[in-house]
């Protein structure tokens, strides 16, 4: 089993910074994939940006350039730095883990509000 800790959300204005952590902990060695998810009100859930194990990130088109996503695999965390944040990138933000399996994992999420 993997367990997912999101941490970092809050209330930002337009143009601010954020800074989203996920800490896994249990079955942690068999995580090869990393990401983050969101889901603002009466909309589906979306990417936001993914990380492999080794490195090779994904990003969706509307944060490229704005989000960086990195994962420190020692410490068994990943991260999403979130710059230049939109009233439209208000959600409650999911971080994700993928193990062998394979098996997705979800943390349950935190909420980011962007006021202009």
């Known amino acids: 089993q993997v367990q997912l800790v999101e941490s970092g959300g809050g209330l930002v204005q337009l143009g601010g910074s954020l800074r989203l952590s996920c800490a896994a902990s249990?079955?942690?060695?068999?995580?090869?994939?990393m990401g983050w998810y969101r889901q603002a009100p009466g909309k589906q859930r979306e990417l936001v940006a993914t990380?492999?194990?080794?490195?090779?990130?994904n990003y969706a088109d509307s944060v490229k350039g704005r989000f960086t996503i990195s994962r420190d695999n020692a410490k068994d965390t990943w991260n999403l730095q979130m710059n230049s944040l939109q009233p439209e990138d208000t959600a409650v933000y999911y971080c994700?883990?993928?193990?062998?399996?394979?098996?997705?994992?979800w943390g349950h999420g935190t909420q980011v509000t962007v006021s202009s």
């Open positions: 994700t883990a993928v193990e062998y399996g394979p098996y997705t994992h």
């Open positions: 249990g079955r942690t060695f068999s995580i090869y994939h």
């Open positions: 990380i492999t194990s080794g490195g090779i990130t």
